[in-house]
């Protein structure tokens, strides 16, 4: 568990993390987005005692990391950028990182065989590719078996492969029960790899939400739904909407709907409710986009004017005069 107060970490004149408070639960992936400069880095590095707190507090299982007796053992981080001395190899590297922390040497092989570098553990790390350095970061921080994981932009830089592989281990990591912190400033890959996101801008906190219930909420997403029966299901939709809203039905060629204010799951309730036939049926990609940059881009109108108010009807109001966090919802 990360926990987050009122942080603020200030460089000169810049406010590089402006009054944050959130909470990162273990058994999800929460995703840690914001544009470049958000912050996001030095909310990671001040978790991780690399840097002190101009102000508040970022405790690791409600301590400082420097107050851990063990920290290696609770939290494992991969920072932007760390790297391995390149005349070392991979198994070199992890067994120096072993003796410094005296955890046992069979964690090396373990971590190795988890991120996949079994097979060239012994060859130089300088002649890694960028993936294969990456994993070798991330089998550094597995290596104390910690609960708590924090990875910034661990997909940086990577083939698809590599960021499907990442995604995959993420996801693994959560089911096992941990709490996993995964910082990107990439909406899209956020999209695919957290349940729950925590938006930075400015150094501010911009949202703190479920995903779902984020993109819902700043995006002007739409359902589209491809039925042999555009009929019944429109006449269902504008007649009923769904649950607890009005929603509105564009139709478009080939009895495809494009269904604005209601989820996949709700258009095929409505599919079921109606008696129509559905051939296919998901959310525009696009708007994934659209919230994000909705979102970023009252970040910086906000940052710019230096004065309160994330935007959207469903904002929460307050959070001027910058002493306040404002969260969404
Ligand atoms: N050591 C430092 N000294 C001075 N300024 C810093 C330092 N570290 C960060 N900053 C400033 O703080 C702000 C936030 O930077 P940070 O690296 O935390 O952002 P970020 O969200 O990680 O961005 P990116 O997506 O580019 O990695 C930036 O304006 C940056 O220039
Ligand atoms: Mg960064």
Same mark, same amino acid.
Request: glycine share 14%; proline share 5%; net charge neutral.
């Given at each position: ?36 400069? $958000? ?45 391995? /001395?390149?005349?070392?190899? $991979? ?100 999209? *695919? ?57 564009? *139709? ?49 109108? /906000? ?27």
């Amino acid at each position: 568990m990360l926990t987050v107060r009122e942080l603020t970490k200030r460089y000169g004149d810049t406010t590089a993390v402006d009054a944050l408070t959130f909470d990162v639960r273990p058994g999800r992936v929460t995703g840690f987005l914001g544009p470049n400069g $958000a912050g996001k880095s030095t909310a990671v590095r001040l978790l991780l005692g690399l840097d002190r707190p101009t102000s508040g507090s970022a405790l690791v299982n409600g301590r400082r990391y420097t107050d851990l007796p063990r920290p290696e053992r609770e939290v494992g981080a991969l920072l932007d950028g760390g790297a391995a /001395h390149p005349g070392r190899s $991979a198994r070199a590297h992890l067994l120096a990182l072993v003796r410094a922390t005296g955890l046992p040497r069979r964690r090396v092989d373990e971590v190795l065989g988890t991120v996949g570098l079994t097979d060239v553990a012994d060859r130089r790390v300088g002649g890694f590719s960028l993936g294969m350095r990456q994993r070798l970061g991330i089998a550094a921080a597995l290596l104390g078996d910690p609960g708590v994981l924090v990875f910034d932009e661990p997909v940086n830089g990577l083939d698809i492969d590599g960021v499907r592989w990442v995604r995959r281990l993420m996801r693994d990591l959560a089911d096992e029960g941990r709490t996993v912190f995964v910082s990107s400033h990439l909406m899209s890959e956020m999209q *695919q790899i957290a349940d729950r996101l925590v938006v930075v801008g400015g150094g501010r906190l911009v949202a703190d939400a479920p995903m779902a219930e984020l993109i819902d909420a700043w995006s002007h997403a739409r359902t589209v739904v491809r039925t042999p029966d555009p009929g019944p299901l429109t006449a269902w939709l504008r007649d009923r909407g769904v649950p607890g809203r009005r929603v509105d039905v564009e *139709q478009g060629p080939d009895g495809e709907l494009r269904i604005q204010g209601a989820r996949p799951e709700e258009v095929g309730d409505a599919a079921h409710g109606a008696g129509a036939r559905v051939h296919a049926l998901y959310r525009e990609e696009a708007s994934l986009e659209q919230a994000y940059l909705e979102l970023t881009e009252g970040t910086a109108r /906000h940052t710019a004017s230096g004065s309160g108010g994330t935007r959207g009807a469903d904002a929460a109001p307050g959070g001027n005069g910058g002493e306040k966090t404002e969260e969404y919802r």
